[in-house]
Nanobody, 121 residues
Framework: QVQLEESGGGLVQAGGSLRVSCAASGSIFRINVMGWYRQAPGKQRELVAEFTSSGRTNYADAVKGRFTISRDNAENTVYLEMNNLKPEDTAVYYC???????????????WGRGTQVTVSS
């Protein structure tokens, strides 16, 4: 059983900073992809930032230069440092990971429960 547990988030004023964390736990052989998505009210879930299977990072254009994704491979944890936050960043932020549970299995997609980030103007 694999779980993605998010922490952090909260309420911040525009221009402020927040950090969210996501730790994957369980019987994990390898994590191929891990990152963050967000979903604002009335909008589709969208990619924010991720580490690809090759170790590269992808960022949504809207957050480039403001958000930084980092990771601790030993702890199966990713972090998202969010700076210069804007009201339009308000959303539920979801951790996502493509995880291989065993060497002979295909990757499985997992989601966290989400953490609310609210940016006031």
């Amino acid at each position: 059983q694999v779980q993605l547990e998010e922490s952090g988030g909260g309420l911040v004023q525009a221009g402020g900073s927040l950090r969210v964390s996501c730790a994957a736990s369980g019987s994990i052989f390898r994590i191929n992809v891990m990152g963050w998505y967000r979903q604002a009210p009335g909008k589709q879930r969208e990619l924010v930032a991720e580490f690809t299977s090759s170790g590269r990072t992808n960022y949504a254009d809207a957050v480039k230069g403001r958000f930084t994704i980092s990771r601790d491979n030993a702890e199966n944890t990713v972090y998202l440092e969010m700076n210069n936050l804007k009201p339009e960043d308000t959303a539920v932020y979801y951790c996502n990971a493509l995880i291989i549970l065993r060497r002979d299995l295909f990757p499985t997609n997992y989601w966290g429960r989400g953490t609310q980030v609210t940016v006031s103007s």
